[in-house]
């Protein structure tokens, strides 16, 4: 018996086979790729925390044209084992676990648990050392103008002063707040210090800095993007919040 494909059952029908061969289909091709879709997202991570303690592909080359560029992915795993490996601790309070486990820690979650009062929040931190000289990497997560935006910031020896920043976003304006994670942008917090005096500040993206080539190291800001303001605005806010949370803990090894 011929079938009726005029028909609006006919239709809908066929919609509804169609949904579901190509949702089984999609789903299908994401369940065979997530293991992949993991490990990149895992080589990613590496060499934004590597870029921030000032590895990168000119690291690799010799080449100084390459300094704006990560290491290749594929050379990811061996160079962090190389200049991170094991020293990595997950931070809570003025205390500190060395576990590998802290590379695992999702800190977009942990900030969001940490709304309750009575849960114990979880800092990933991770201690690089270049030519014999430490540095301690801190992951951030913040809000620009349009989602999110997020980074890495080394620390030198002395933990004040700012060693390189690494940062990203996930929808902000080409040409503006998407120039947060541009050389011109990242470099200049290069020795800023976090401190004023013997206070915590974090570091302000201010508007009307005046200065351009950022010799002035010792203010606790940087120039703005202009036309980005509320990006640069939640840079601040990110780096300032973010880095606050294991002052404690810093503070705890100057004294021990």
Known sequence: MAVNTEKNSYTIIFAVAMVLVVGTLLAGLFGSL??????????EKKQNILFAMGINQATITGDASDKGL???AAKADELFKKYVG????IIEGDKATKSTKAFDIDVKKEGQKAKDPNYTRRLPLYVGQVNGKKSYIVPLYGKGLWDAIWGYVSLEEDLKTVQGAFFDHKGETPGLGANIKEAFFYEDFKGESIYSGNQYKGIEVAKGNNDPVNKRKNDNKVDAIAGATITGDGVTAMLKKDIKLYIPYFENIKVN
């Open 34 to 43: 997530s293991p992949n879709i993991i490990e990149n997202k895992k080589k």
């Open 70 to 72: 990560p290491v290749e």
């Open 86 to 89: 094991s020293n990595q601790y």
